[in-house]
């Protein structure tokens, strides 16, 4: 089965080439990707499976019906959103849509899930059960995959597989990692209620700017004094605003920023944490607060046993030194997390990095990647597929 996938992805490769530049050209930002979902659903109606579209708003899925030996259900998700970003890479393929760009490399996931789709409909007879393939809008706001999941895409799913790129690792090695891949992400907004003044005499009146500088720099500190070292947790305020002119003491300022986290258990402790900290600030100072803590996305936990089928098709498929063990979790978010709310699942890091170039960092402008990814992702992803159906008949 290993040497047909193979032999199936480097006859493919060109066409996957030409399919991720057709996407990377043409990016559409989330819950717009009305042309990417069109064109999606075409490859997959090409390849003979039932299409269904509009899911999850701009979503697509495609249903390949295995041989009928397993009553197993297994879905592969892909995202298909791009960035606001002007790119910046000169490429000859490069986006035609000015201020948006394929900096997360989004593109190339389809792609992957594409060509995965291309090879096992070929290969449905020596394939157990059935597969969902989930092409996910708006991932880059975190609600495609809520979309999905409220239109019902995890129904009698019983895993699910996902891939993202990651250009510190080499083109042609995936990474793996057990348990926790990628943190929480919650929303936090601090409003500093103040009391408006002359800028020449601060004594009478409640100074929400300087109040505000004090709150953003004992959260900080609190963080390293009281919060436990060895469990990882970031508080960025991101955006503030106050003040209406440079001789008025602002009576209001409003921070928006994020936080991220690992442990499930500090997670819900943060909301109670932070109120504590700000009310008792303001209490000093004299000022009022209000504090609105939104929980968006939990934390990617790879799944155990899942994690163990993909290292051991990617060890197969491509050899121990293409395998890399990635030994700490990212603080980046991915809803992908959602869907391991409703069944077990795991996601792989595709390496992408350039020999001997300089590779950018996901969402900057002149992020590239290696296309010869394409046929790594591919080949790990249709023989975990098929590795994952044998392993759980057994």
């Known amino acids: 089965m290993l040497n047909k996938i193979k032999d199936l992805a480097v006859d493919l490769t060109p066409r996957l080439i030409e399919i991720r530049r057709h996407f990377h050209a043409h990016p559409e930002l989330s819950a717009q990707e009305y042309q990417t979902a069109t064109y999606v659903a075409g490859v997959l109606s090409s390849c003979g499976l039932h299409v269904t579209e509009s899911v999850g708003k701009t979503g697509v899925i495609g249903e390949l019906k295995g041989n009928g030996k397993s009553t197993l259900h297994l879905a592969i998700r892909t995202d298909m959103d791009a960035l606001p970003i002007q790119e910046a ?106 009391e408006a003044g002359h800028g020449a005499r601060p004594h009478q009146a409640i100074d929400a700017i300087w109040i505000s500088a004090q709150v953003i720099t004992s959260l900080q500190q609190a963080i390293s004094r009281m919060q436990n070292p060895l469990d990882p947790l970031v508080l960025t305020i991101g955006q503030i605003n106050g003040g209406k002119a440079p001789n008025i003491i602002a009576d209001q300022v409003k921070m928006i920023g994020t936080v991220r986290s690992l442990n499930p258990e500090v997670r819900e402790k943060l909301p109670t944490w932070i109120k504590g900290i700000v009310e008792g600030i303001c209490h ?3 000022a009022k607060c209000q504090i609105n803590y939104r929980h968006r996305l939990p934390s990617v936990q790879n799944d155990v046993e899942l994690t163990k089928i993909i290292e051991k098709a990617a060890l197969e498929a491509l050899g121990e030194k293409q395998v890399i063990s990635i030994l700490e979790p990212s603080l980046g978010a991915e809803d992908f997390a959602v869907y391991l709310e409703h069944a077990h699942g795991t996601m792989f890091r595709l390496g992408v990095g350039k020999e001997n170039h300089h590779n950018y960092p996901l969402h900057h402008p002149r992020f590239e990647l290696d296309e010869s990814s394409l046929t790594t992702g591919v080949v790990t992803m249709a023989y975990s597929a098929y590795k994952y159906f044998c392993h759980k008949s057994n």
């Open 284 to 286: 000093t100072y004299g």
């Open 89 to 194: 890479t000169q490429l000859e393929y490069a986006s035609r849509v000015s201020g948006v760009m394929h900096a997360c490399g989004h593109d190339l996931h389809t792609t992957v899930g594409l060509g995965t789709a291309m090879i096992l409909s070929q290969l449905k007879d020596s394939l157990p059960g059935d597969i969902r393939f989930i092409f996910q809008p708006a991932e880059e706001i975190a609600q495609g995959a809520l979309w999905m999941v409220e239109d019902g895409v995890m129904k009698d799913i019983s895993a699910i597989f996902g891939v993202h790129v990651f250009p510190s690792i080499p083109a042609r090695c995936v990474g793996i990692r057990y348990g926790a891949l990628t943190s929480a992400m919650d929303d936090l907004e601090i409003i500093i209620q103040g």
